[in-house]
């Protein structure tokens, strides 16, 4: 399972009015995904919780995360996942400008195997996406 690639990210500086009107960065980007999920189903397994998050440090966070995007596969869909050209589900937020020319922003693909009986492992993918936010803003309003 693996994020193949990313590309057309960009980011924006604009007032997010629930969090009293200041400016913070929003970032967007699109990527493919391939997974073959069917070696983690088995006769325990109801369905799986598949996310991507965002996780980069910023002077005034020593972490943040951000789930950008999710799906439930229940058993017996489609195993494999073939994505292209996916946008996130949800918004990139930050508080603040910490997404300006951050250079250390990593991607994690994790998914919960949700059982018809027992406990709930929270799984991560092996191996990571690194992105980097161009230091610029593609638009200010």
Do not use: C
């Not at 960009?10 to 969090?19: Q, V, W």
């Amino acid at each position: 399972m693996q994020i193949n690639r990313l590309f057309t990210f960009f980011r924006k500086h604009l007032t997010e009015f629930g969090a009293g009107k200041k400016k913070n960065d929003i970032g967007f980007f699109n990527f493919d995904l391939d997974a073959d999920l069917e070696p983690l189903f088995n006769w325990n397994v109801k369905q799986l919780f598949l996310y991507l998050t965002a996780e980069y440090t910023t002077p005034q966070n020593k972490l943040n995360e951000v789930v950008l995007w999710d799906k439930i596969v229940l058993k017996g869909q489609n195993y494999k996942l073939k994505m292209r050209n996916a946008k996130t589900k949800y918004f990139f937020w930050d508080d603040g400008a910490g997404l300006k020319a951050n250079k250390n922003v990593t991607l994690y693909l994790t998914w919960n195997i949700i059982p018809n009986v027992g406990y709930l492992p929270n799984i991560p993918v092996d191996g990571a996406h690194r992105i980097v936010f161009p230091d610029q803003y593609s638009s200010s309003s």
